[in-house]
């Protein structure tokens, strides 16, 4: 299984980007899909998380009203759609997918948690 990350960028603070993530199986429209980040010297965090219909998200504070995750099925790939980006938004971001299925009220958020990770893409907002 192979997750495909793009859409990184350099944005201005308050600026916008659109991360996406193409998985390879068709399997994995129903799989819970998340986003992490990681800045330099830093631990990789949760950002976001999907349930595999998409009825269900979950989002860690920093990225609540600023952040949008969804996903297209047909199209197996799921996206992070992220406004009023801020200079700590800068980091590495990526995409990635449990090799077992999670109910929609048991959405992980610890990264040991996933077993498939996208390449990662590069945000870096200036300010």
């Known amino acids: 299984v192979q997750l495909q990350a793009s859409g990184g960028g350099l944005v201005q603070a308050g600026g916008s980007l659109r991360l996406s993530c193409a998985a390879s199986?068709?399997?994995?429209?129903?799989?819970?899909m998340a986003w992490f980040r990681q800045a330099p010297g830093k631990e990789r965090e949760f950002v976001a998380a999907?349930?595999?219909?998409?009825?269900?998200?979950y989002y860690t504070d920093s990225a609540k009203g600023r952040f949008t995750i969804s996903r297209d099925n047909a199209k197996n790939t799921v996206y992070l759609q992220m406004h009023a980006l801020k200079p700590e938004d800068t980091a590495v971001y990526y995409c990635?997918?449990?090799?077992?299925?999670?109910?929609?009220?048991?959405?992980?958020?610890?990264?040991?948690?996933?077993?498939?990770w996208g390449q990662g893409t590069q945000v870096t907002v200036s300010s």
């Open positions: 999907i349930s595999g219909g998409g009825g269900t998200t």
């Open positions: 199986e068709r399997t994995f429209r129903r799989h819970v």
């Open positions: 990635a997918a449990p090799y077992r299925y999670y109910s929609n009220s048991n959405i992980p958020s610890q990264a040991f948690e996933y077993d498939y």
